[in-house]
């Protein structure tokens, strides 16, 4: 029994508003609309760094570059078996955007992936205890909060 493995990166990043909130980046796929809310992610190259990778695939993903890595908040092991049999292992970051980081924009991914040439459509999230998003539960007090966030 074959199983595939995979290296990833997720980057949690977050600003503080003009009202000193914290608030959480996400994007949107306006092409695809049935797509989920995600973060900036992606895979590590062969001989990548992590760090090397998340800061490539946030450059790629929407466009900001120089983001200070805050640290790492954790692994997610990550199991399918359809359509085939894949463990991922995706190694979570939280970064700090500066204040003046645009409100909303539109990227279109760069790079050589699957991705490319997709448009995202980044906002700011002020989280609230309510809010999820599918996958991987990573604790963030960071956000000033105590609820569990996924990716």
Not at 73 to 95: M, N, T
Request: proline share 6%.
């Amino acid at each position: 029994m074959d199983v595939k493995t995979t290296v990833r990166v997720g980057a949690y990043i977050i600003r503080q508003n003009r009202q000193d909130l914290h608030q959480l980046l996400m994007f949107k796929h306006p092409d695809c609309p049935e797509a989920p809310i995600q973060i900036p992610g992606g895979g590590v190259e062969p001989q990548e760094s992590l760090e090397c990778a998340l800061h490539r695939e946030v450059s790629e993903e929407c466009g900001l570059s120089n983001l200070t890595v805050i640290r790492k908040l954790g692994v997610a092991e990550i199991c399918w078996r359809q359509p085939r049999k894949l463990v991922s292992y995706r190694h979570c970051f939280l970064l700090q955007a500066p204040q003046n980081t645009l409100d909303v924009w539109d990227h279109v991914v760069q790079g050589d992936g699957i991705d490319s040439g997709m448009r995202f459509s980044y906002f700011w999230h002020r989280p609230t205890t309510d809010f999820k998003l599918p996958q991987i539960s990573v604790i963030s007090s960071t956000l000033n909060t105590s609820q569990n966030y996924t990716t």
